[in-house]
């Protein structure tokens, strides 16, 4: 091929240089010719990619489809249910609630209802209409000097930095408007969380941003200084998250400007660590030590934690530590193995940590089974993007939903996969200002409080038709689920219940024994 290449481009050349004698204006040919003929040389001469190399000039064509295949695939091959992580029907359902579109669907449902893994949720005869203040859960342990009244559904950890200023503005625009509640992520607290004026849970991961000291361990001064700000409503401290537990990240130091070095209190020239593991706590009892040191620094606002579920015996550990010293974090957010992330190893995302109806299920139980249910709160992170999907959380234990790629797509993502090379379209996901400047604050933040009704509004319906009319009344066994063409399951059937204190009572009966045994709460 390369020497047929060789001999058309001369034969090309040749053929025009003659052609030229009796019709010059030809020669405005050379102007697309000489630079492909260039190309082709250069693909002959460079030695990393060998399609190139052996292929000059027609060989870029399988780089060029390998570059727009997602978006052939998301547009002329996918069909309405196909798609990941969000198939089509699942984003079109959130554009039409935060746009304020019609949301409603004809001719029937698109699924086989007579698939393996199918859903669905049992109904009454006598349905009821709940009252939207059903849809408010209070968040606040005795301890809690500050409780706060928390939606039902609200916006889950996303940084500054992973998204942009104009994507954190308009969610927390959104979040004041609809009165919920916006995560920071742990990249810090930013001023473009703070300007709009939302209800905020400032996260603190391993790299403690906006609260640590020159060395990157916390600084309690720098905590308090924030933490007592009036729109910081909770703090949550980060032990792990769904896309790539146990791993941590590293921002090189050539990434750093002004506006992040202030935001995350770190120090210029060098790069900056966000460790696997916290630095301020080793162990389960030095950890809620750690929470009632927040607790007071904050003024008495509600402290918990947020972790994919991994080792079980390091959860139960946590709850000894708990037990022991009668220092209870105020809410735990439970992460699924599903949820998403600007970028992590492939490894991570897909191999490692337990999704979330079974972590949801483990955490709900073991806090049954030593008695703490009553005190704490569950908060179900990952993949909640419908009034169904909210209803199956509850069933399994959650007092409260979290979103965050949801609410990204109500801001107007289009699941472009290029959340990892600052190339978002949409100015969701980028640092680029050309991009970010396309995403509008003001409309954008209508939406997100939109779909935030719309879909309070349908976990309600939803709830009223089984004939409930407080989310806590929902159960596991109100939600069924097809295991096999020729079997359907409850969720009580396929995630058993404890009973209050039967880890106490009987720990040989209810399938965490060997972890309650290996718990400690001197280490994890």
Known sequence: MRILFLSLSAIVVLAIAGFSLVWPPILWAYVLVLPAIARGIVDMLQTKQAIRRNFPLIGNARYLMEMIRPEINQYFVESNSDGKPFSRNDRSVIYQRAKGDLD?????????????????????????????????VTIGGADC????SASIFNVSGMSYGSLSKNAILALNAGAKMGNFAHSTGEGGLSPYHLEPGGDLVWQIGTGYFSCRDKQGRFDPGAFAERATLPNVKMIE??????????????????????????IRHVEPGHDVISPPAHSAFGTPLEMVQFIRQLRELSGGKPIGFKLCVGKRHEFLGIVKAMLETGILADFITVDGGEGGTGAAPIEFSDSVGTPLNEGLSFVHNALVGTE???????????????????????????????????????????QALRCNSNACPTGVATQDPALVNGLHVGDKSHRVARYHR???????????????QRPRDLKPWFIMKRVSAMEIRSYADIYPQLEPGQLFSSPATTGMSRAWALASITQF
């Open 145 to 148: 000097t500050q409780p706060y």
């Open 372 to 414: 703490l249910r009553d005190r704490i709160r569950v908060i179900a992170s990952g993949k909640v993007n419908t009034g169904f999907a909210m209803a199956t959380k509850v069933a399994l234990g959650a007092d409260v939903c979290n979103a965050a790629r949801a609410m990204m797509i109500a801001l107007g993502c289009i």
């Open 454 to 468: 719309e879909t309070v509004k349908s976990f309600l319906e939803v709830l009223g038709a089984t004939g409930l």
């Open 104 to 136: 409603t669907l004809p001719f029937g449902t698109q699924k086989d209802v007579y698939e393996t893994g199918y859903e669905w949720i049992n109904h009454s005869l006598a349905p009821v209409h709940p009252d939207p203040e059903q849809a408010r």
């Open 237 to 262: 401290i980060k032990l792990s998250q769904g896309a790539k537990p146990g791993h941590g990240g590293i921002l090189p130091a050539a990434k750093l400007t002004q506006e992040i070095i202030d």
